[in-house]
């Protein structure tokens, strides 16, 4: 193998000119190496910068405007869940965790007056639907973290893999668990142990795990595993056997087929566009097979036992962009499109909809589902999660959602309506955008005219510093750079 000269001007010790200007060169490349990664080049004019500058931080995390903040702030009590609903008998649980489904698509049409998700559409109006939710981060387990866990996701490391055997908090399952539930999680990815989710969730209560796709590989299974339908109905097969059994029951399915790049709809399934062209148009295709496979799921779950005695809870794992802001990729900023997934919860027990009609304009995240499911499931406990559930009377109409990016140079964002921060470390800049009247976030007030908003407003996204601290004192994760403190 030939080396690259940089790399092997040791070996030309016959020509001393050569070794100068050998020399000259791994000094200049090391140099240029260097610049780029101590300086703040802008990541969209300068990509290289970019990466190595994230990198370095991620492993050297400097103090900023916000985690300083921290310092002063107080950790988050953690909630207790007084059931409104422990008159009610306990139902089983299913929550389908659907990949990348954006909230910006429900009750949404095409041009030609189409309905992208008409069944979750028609679910939607007969059920509690909440369109001002988010994920609190960008990726699948870091989402997962949120929703099994009711924490703020670690601004760098991935959860199940860090805190596999420290996280010391209850998580979901454990809380069901010690009411009586069997807790099952299942996913349609081919790949069980990305992550280390497998591990973490065993830790963490689940009873039983597992991807249900054997014969991953064949026709059943499309791009990263299995179908949406192939997986329902694999899924309702397994859980045959409990259909007889009197204890209850919480399942959690994590799909796969709507991933990144949504090119993975059968042919004969395709709605709107037959040779799409871009991304957008892939995923419109995507999010509408994805739609109709619901319909699958709810008919399989209706012809089983558990029919009457069951809640459905649907949601996105994260948002995926499709343009706006100029991207089509989940790990550039920090906007809606990252964050927004819907939140659906049918119950046959009790009329939601109506019930609770109030919440509809209220601001959730996944920090609040974990405490929901265990409102619903009739259980009163002090938990360790550190948002109420959605039905309860503690609730204020507007709390604080916090918002992780970990990529491209890491994010932190707070939404409290109707106003946005966005914090980033890469470039040290901060943005706030006034939602009511930007709902696409394309005008960033001036910060000059707007201090007290921004004092405020950087004072709530400092609680994503704050809540590190309970991920750090047990396992000694760097937040902060033991060499740059400034």
């Known amino acids: ?19 100068t200007h050998n020399k000259k060169e791994v000094f200049l490349f090391f140099s240029v190496i260097a610049a780029l990664l101590f300086f703040q080049i802008n990541v969209h004019l300068f990509p290289i910068s970019g990466f190595f500058k994230s990198y370095y931080d991620y492993h050297f995390p400097k103090k900023n405007i916000i985690s300083r903040l921290s310092e002063s702030t107080d950790l988050l009590e953690t909630t207790y869940v007084n059931s409104q609903f422990s008159n009610l008998k306990k139902p089983h649980i299913f929550l389908v965790m659907i990949e990348s489904l954006n909230s910006r698509f429900i009750n949404r049409r095409t041009d030609a007056g189409e309905e992208f998700t008409p069944f979750l559409n028609s679910l939607a109006r007969d059920h509690l639907y909440l369109e001002n939710y988010f994920s609190n981060s960008v990726y699948t387990s870091k989402s997962h973290f949120s929703i099994f866990c009711g924490q703020i996701p670690m601004l760098y490391q991935t959860e199940f893999i860090t805190l596999a055997d420290k996280y010391s908090g209850k998580c979901l399952a454990e809380n069901l668990k010690e009411h009586n539930y069997k807790t099952h999680f299942f996913q349609a990815d081919s790949y069980l142990d990305v992550d280390n989710t497998r591990n973490f969730l065993k830790k963490h209560g689940v009873d039983e795990i597992s991807n249900l796709n054997k014969d991953c590989g064949k026709s059943d299974c499309k791009g990263h595993g299995l179908t949406d339908v192939d997986f329902y109905n694999n899924f309702f097969s397994h859980i045959k056997k409990y259909e007889k059994n009197a204890e209850v029951r919480f399942f959690s399915l994590a799909t796969i087929q709507n991933h990144m790049p949504f090119t993975f709809t059968e042919k004969s399934k395709i709605k709107f566009h037959a040779k799409p062209t871009s991304r957008l148009q892939n995923y419109e295709n995507s999010v509408f097979n994805t739609d109709q496979s ?43 499109e990252n964050f927004g997934v819907p939140l659906l919860i049918v119950d046959n027990r009790s009329n939601l909809k109506n019930n609770f009609s109030h919440l509809q304009n209220n601001l959730f995240s996944h920090l609040n589902l974990a405490p929901t499911i265990i409102d619903l499931a009739g259980i009163s406990l002090k938990t360790d999660y550190i948002k109420n559930s959605i039905f309860s009377d503690k609730l204020l109409a507007h709390e604080p959602v916090y918002l992780i990016q970990p990529h491209s140079g890491a994010y932190q964002a707070v939404v409290e309506w109707p106003y946005k921060y966005i914090y980033h470390q890469l470039t040290a800049t901060e943005k706030i955008y006034n939602l009511e009247t930007d709902k696409g976030e394309m005008f960033p007030l001036d910060l000059s005219k707007n201090k007290e908003i921004l004092l405020n407003l950087r004072k709530s996204a400092s609680v994503i510093y704050k809540q590190q601290e309970i991920f750090l004192k047990n396992n000694n994760v760097a937040l902060y750079s033991p060499f740059n403190t400034n």
Request: charged share 25%; proline share 3%; hydrophobic share 30%.
């Open 294 to 336: 619901l319909k699958v799921f709810f008919d399989l779950l209706n012809n089983s036992s558990f029919k009457n005695s069951s809640i459905v809870i649907i949601t996105g794992d994260h948002g995926f962009p499709l343009g706006e802001h100029g991207s089509d990729h989940n790990e550039n900023y920090a906007y809606q």
């Open 1 to 19: 193998m030939r080396l690259h000269p940089i790399l092997s001007y040791k070996k030309e010790t016959r020509f001393d000119k050569k070794i």
